[in-house]
T-cell receptor, first 111, second 112 residues
Framework: KQEVTQIPAALSVPEGENLVLNCSFT??????LQWFRQDPGKGLTSLLL?????REQTSGRLNASLDKSSGRSTLYIAASQPGDSATYLC??????????FGSGTQLTVLP | EAQVTQNPRYLITVTGKKLTVTCSQN?????MSWYRQDPGLGLRQIYYSMNVEVTDKGDVPEGYKVSRKEKRNFPLILESPSPNQTSLYFC???????????FGSGTRLTVV
């Protein structure tokens, strides 16, 4: 069974720092990987989708990479802002398309 | 606007009173699913549907029912809600090919 781990569980940084969130998965036979953002008590907002044939995706200050062979993905956030404070979730999409979520990284960006 | 719409957003009900949470998507997605999110347990899949009239159990299906009579709608039915079904529920949809999921805004259900 696929297991997805996100490290660290929580992270607090001063505004302006660049940071990296990590996601690892046990079964490399994935189809795609998707990063989400969740604000407290709110829904999931899709940030980036990396298809299995890709190694990275970029959107604004966000860059996500995928290394299927090592079972890892990273989300890089440049020049962090207080508005980036949220929980970040990675989700692995296998061939059967049932998402498996990590437990998330709770990010706090201090002004 | 492409979206997944859940209703209601908030619901407080009593044990045993049947309820339905609706989910509708306007993107013509084949795949739809329901999740619940609980503190310390993360997001867990309840049921999913690959297409109209095709549904299957996820990881935590007990106490729930679903139906997929139309492509756009995928309601979640709690025939006899119990307090352990108090949770935050999300509906999601995806096109074929695993080209990413779109989630609804969530339904916070409290069963007393």
């Amino acid at each position: 069974k696929q297991e997805v781990t996100q490290i660290p569980a929580a992270l607090s940084v001063p505004e302006g720092e660049n940071l990296v969130l990590n996601c690892s998965f046990t079964d490399s036979a994935i189809y795609n990987l998707q990063w989400f953002r969740q604000d407290p008590g709110k829904g999931l907002t899709s940030l980036l989708l990396i298809q299995s044939s890709q190694r990275e995706q970029t959107s604004g200050r966000l860059n996500a990479s995928l290394d299927k062979s090592s079972g890892r993905s990273t989300l890089y956030i440049a020049a962090s802002q207080p508005g980036d404070s949220a929980t970040y979730l990675c989700a692995v999409i296998p061939q059967r398309r049932q998402l498996t979520f990590g437990s998330g990284t709770q990010l706090t960006v201090l002004p | 606007e492409a979206q997944v719409t859940q209703n209601p957003r908030y619901l407080i009900t009593v044990t045993g009173k049947k309820l339905t949470v609706t989910c509708s998507q306007n993107m013509n997605h084949e795949y739809m699913s329901w999740y619940r999110q609980d503190p310390g347990l993360g997001l867990r899949q309840i049921y999913y549907s690959m297409n109209v009239e095709v549904t299957d159990k996820g990881d935590v299906p007990e106490g729930y029912k679903v139906s997929r009579k139309e492509k756009r709608n995928f309601p979640l039915i709690l025939e006899s809600p119990s307090p352990n079904q108090t949770s935050l529920y999300f509906c999601a949809s995806s096109p074929t090919g695993g080209r990413g999921y779109t989630f609804g805004s969530g339904t916070r259900l409290t069963v007393v």
